[in-house]
């Protein structure tokens, strides 16, 4: 059974760090590309950035501006998040998903980590 | 960057009724389309990918069509369980993902 367990989420300060985990298990990690998405609670989802299989090929949404860095370690099946210069808005609940192997759709998803930025 | 517009915001609906959600795309995305569900304290589930294909497992009266621009999710027949958040998703700009705002169904 695929499994994501992501973890790191606190209470930080506006302008703090944060680094978020995902681990996996379940399926091969290495073969597939992984996402981060986020949801502030009641609200609609927003896709954060992607890693593909060796981390050779990253992307991020545009109000990330250099301030998140995604990456992987398939040693340890497990996905990163480095979130610096925090601000309000980063609030939210944080997701991991794989996408599917004959496709870009997000087929596995880990319940959230949640992430609250507030003096 | 692309946008998907959902609508209507909420749909209220009641079991055994079908309904009709759109996803519309500020510019062509092709079948790049995916619909996701998602229930309260829940993460999404995907439902349909490529604008109409239905994932393995998800029942029948779950059916999606559209190109282009505008694409529908149809539920024939709604069951409870149904009443949830629907988003729909696009990857034509990839490696840029977006979601629509999401379409609430709930019980009237």
């Known amino acids: 059974e695929v499994q994501l367990v992501e973890s790191g989420g606190a209470v930080v300060r506006p302008g703090g760090s944060l680094r978020l985990s995902c681990a996996a298990s379940g399926f091969t990690f290495e073969d597939y590309s992984i996402h981060w998405v986020r949801q502030v609670p009641g609200k609609g989802l927003e896709w954060v950035s992607i890693i593909n299989w060796d981390g050779s090929d990253i992307n991020y949404a545009d109000f990330v501006q250099g301030r998140f860095t995604i990456s992987r370690d398939n040693s340890r099946n497990s996905l990163f998040l480095q979130m610096n210069s925090l601000t309000a808005e980063d609030t939210a609940l944080y997701y991991c998903a794989k996408e599917h192997d004959s496709g870009w759709y997000l087929d596995s998803w880990g319940q959230g980590t949640l992430v609250t930025v507030s003096s | 960057e692309i946008v998907l517009t959902q609508s209507p915001a909420t749909l209220s609906l009641s079991p055994g009724e079908g309904a009709t959600l759109s996803c519309r795309a500020s510019q062509s995305i092709g079948t790049y389309l995916a619909w996701y569900q998602q229930k309260a304290g829940q993460a999404p589930r995907v439902l349909i990918y490529?604008?109409?294909n239905r994932v393995t497992g998800i029942p029948a009266r779950f059916s999606a069509s559209g190109s282009g621009t505008d694409f529908t999710l149809t539920i024939s027949a709604l069951e409870p369980e149904d009443f949830a958040v629907y988003f729909c998703q696009q990857r034509s700009n990839w490696p840029r993902y977006s979601f629509g705002q999401g379409t609430r169904l709930e019980i009237k």
């Open positions: 490529d604008a109409s």
